[in-house]
Nanobody
Framework: QVQLVESGGGLVQPGGSLRLSCAAS????????MGWYRQAPGKQRELVAQ???????NYAESVKGRFTISRDNAKRWLYLQMNSLKPDDTAVYYC?????????WGQGTQVTVSS
């Protein structure tokens, strides 16, 4: 089992920045990749950014150049630096850990971009 706990969400004005953090515990040695997903009201959950054990990253087109995903060397912390935030970025952001045939999720953290 893997446990994930997100933090760092909040209210920010358009153009502002936020940094999300995800603390991972448990059997993290089984994880192949970790990522951030988001779900806005009335919409499906979507991938925002992902990073593999080898350090390869993948971003949604809508966040490329604005968001950066990273993790610490011990692979117990996952981060999402979000810059130039837009109202369309408003959503609940979820931390994800993936291994073969299994996905683990955190409880989510709300990000609201509004003036």
């Amino acid at each position: 089992q893997v446990q994930l706990v997100e933090s760092g969400g909040g209210l920010v004005q358009p153009g502002g920045s936020l940094r999300l953090s995800c603390a991972a515990s448990g059997s993290i040695f089984t994880i192949n990749a970790m990522g951030w997903y988001r779900q806005a009201p009335g919409k499906q959950r979507e991938l925002v950014a992902q990073i593999t054990n080898g350090g390869k990253t993948n971003y949604a087109e809508s966040v490329k150049g604005r968001f950066t995903i990273s993790r610490d060397n011990a692979k117990r912390w996952l981060y999402l630096q979000m810059n130039s935030l837009k109202p369309d970025d408003t959503a609940v952001y979820y931390c994800n850990a993936h291994r073969i045939m299994v996905d683990y999720w955190g409880q989510g953290t709300q990000v609201t971009v509004s003036s």
